[in-house]
């Protein structure tokens, strides 16, 4: 696709329930942001790739968040043991250079509910 | 943690009015972006500003930089009913990711 695309667009969960979020970037891309926004707030930095390695992830709150880009390109955000603080939504973005050089292009992200 | 602080938080005006908001932030920077994003949307980029940079303008969207007091702003001109939506400022430094500020709603009325 043209765009950054995420999977799912919603997700409700249960307290404890595990959870995966998908990110297609863009083709070409080879950096690749997490960003997490609650109701009212702006994005808060999660994880940023550079191709396959995760380059920072000193944003990701707590040892229950993981990310993978196994091949460069779809990268999986993985919840463990959810909790309703987790409750957010789940922004990806990807860009041709990162944020330092230029623009992100961002996905229209995964709303994730934890009851 | 967020960066950037936007002022003001909201801000309606009438249609055809300019549109003015703030952001400051903390650490020295190479660029400052600002995006917009709608209700339940993603994020969309409107401009970049390098840190050599004082001004850059991109259609109705006017952007200054101050890198002495670590802020900028961004100037819409003409504002229409469409321009209703959050703004965000985000300073990209040297560590490749970009932190952004908190918002401002702006509301644009017919």
């Known amino acids: 696709g043209a765009g950054v695309s995420q999977t799912p667009s919603n997700k409700v969960t249960e307290k404890g329930k595990y959870v995966e979020l998908r990110c297609d970037p863009i083709s070409g891309h080879t950096a690749l942001y997490w960003y997490r926004q609650s109701l009212g707030q702006g994005p808060e930095f999660l994880i940023y790739?550079?191709?396959?390695?995760?380059?920072?992830d000193s944003g990701l709150p707590n040892d229950r968040f993981f990310a993978v880009r196994p091949e460069g390109s779809v990268s999986t955000l993985k919840i463990q043991r959810t909790e309703r603080g987790d409750s957010a939504v789940y922004l990806c973005a990807s860009s041709l250079t990162s944020g330092r050089d230029g623009e992100l292009f961002f996905g229209e992200g995964s709303r994730l509910t934890v009851l | 943690s967020q960066q950037g602080e936007e002022d003001p938080q909201a801000l309606s005006i009438q249609e055809g009015e300019n549109a003015t908001m703030n952001c400051s932030y903390k650490t020295s920077i190479n660029n400052l972006q600002w995006y917009r994003q709608n209700s339940g949307r993603g994020l969309v980029h409107l401009i970049l500003?390098?840190?050599?940079?004082r001004e850059k303008h991109s259609g109705r969207l006017r952007v200054t930089l101050d890198t002495s007091k670590k802020s900028s702003s961004l100037l819409i001109t003409a504002s229409r009913a469409a321009d209703t939506a959050s703004y965000f400022c985000?300073?990209?430094?040297?560590?490749?990711?970009?932190?952004f500020g908190k918002g401002t709603l702006l509301t644009v009325n017919p």
């Open positions: 790739f550079q191709g396959t390695g995760a380059a920072d």
């Open positions: 985000a300073s990209g430094g040297s560590n490749y990711k970009l932190t």
């Open positions: 500003i390098r840190s050599n940079e």
